[in-house]
């Protein structure tokens, strides 16, 4: 028997020899070596630097937001006006009643985290986030985390993340951040609000953090950030950013003007994306101080 494998072998022709080495090891090894390529170039693209570690996160992206409860703990109403015109009063208002439907966020956080929802398809991330529950994920300090407005979490992770660039001021009507002189307030008609990335200072985790004055710079925090992912993550690539814009109440959340970015972008990234570079250098944005 082992003498008939050997002739088996042994009349083989050497050309026959080489297509089994192509087709067994070669052309597996180009496979595996073209994936390995891909899945860096895909690592390496503007948004995914940005948003790194979120797409492949094992654990869920957790967002919070003010959820909002009744005053009391018995049942709780709640009201929605809509139009019901009648022969005469065709701007007649009624009103249809809820119960129980708490906790409630305000529009502007749904219209944010609409924004993040978004970002999150662009990098093929359409399972794994949810919106927190502020109680029993308080503690969870090994998930990626975005933070819409200053709720209590925010303020929680003003204190245990690093670095924050930005200072809001004791009375909350003011927002500046570092390397920039100026501050922006919130007399009306103006708002203004903050995009800062983090990280977790003990689980490095990252986060982000998306908070206005008022509700209007809450709302376009998150445009602030799914609009210019991409240049972010050409000047920044994995790196903490922050960047304060300033609003105008008047004109709704799809208005803001980006004011101010710490800190600067490093030389190199001229040389990979000079463009991005010079453009947004001829903006004026970079620190001053």
């Not at 305000?106 to 991330?125: M, T, Y």
């Not at 003007?257 to 970079?286: D, N, S």
Request: charged share 20%; with cysteine.
């Amino acid at each position: 028997m082992f003498k008939e494998i050997i002739d088996f072998f042994s009349g083989i022709s050497k050309d026959s020899w080489r297509e089994v080495v192509i087709t067994s090891f070669l052309i597996p090894l180009v496979f595996f070596l073209f994936t390995k390529l891909w899945t860096w170039f895909v690592s390496i693209k503007p948004i995914n630097l940005v948003l790194a570690r979120l797409r492949k996160s094992k654990k869920n992206i957790l967002i919070f937001l003010s959820q909002l409860s009744g005053v009391n703990n018995t049942e709780q109403k709640y009201v929605a006006h809509f139009p019901q015109p009648l022969p005469q009063n065709i701007t007649n208002l009624t009103e249809q009643y809820y119960k129980n439907v708490e906790p409630v966020w305000s529009q502007a956080d749904g219209q944010c985290v609409a924004e993040i929802f978004n970002l999150l398809g662009q990098i093929k991330k359409h399972s794994g986030f949810r919106i927190a529950d502020t109680i029993k994920d308080w503690k969870e300090l090994n998930s990626p985390v975005f933070s819409i407005g200053f709720n209590p979490k925010t303020r929680d992770l003003m204190k245990i993340c690093s670095p924050i660039n930005f200072q809001i001021d004791i009375n909350g009507t003011s927002l500046s951040i570092q390397g920039h002189k100026f501050a922006l307030g919130s007399d009306y008609p103006a708002d203004a609000g903050i995009l800062q990335k983090t990280y977790m200072k003990n689980s490095n985790m990252p986060v982000f953090i998306l908070a206005g004055l008022g509700t209007t710079g809450t709302e376009a925090a998150g445009k602030v950030l799914n609009e210019n992912c991409i240049p972010f993550g050409k000047l920044y690539g994995s790196s903490s950013f922050c960047v304060l814009f300033k609003n105008d109440i008047t004109l709704g959340g799809d208005y803001y003007e980006i004011m101010g970015i710490f800190p600067k972008p490093q030389l190199y990234r001229f040389f990979l994306y000079p463009i991005t570079f010079i453009k947004w250098y001829h903006k004026k944005m970079y620190p001053t101080n």
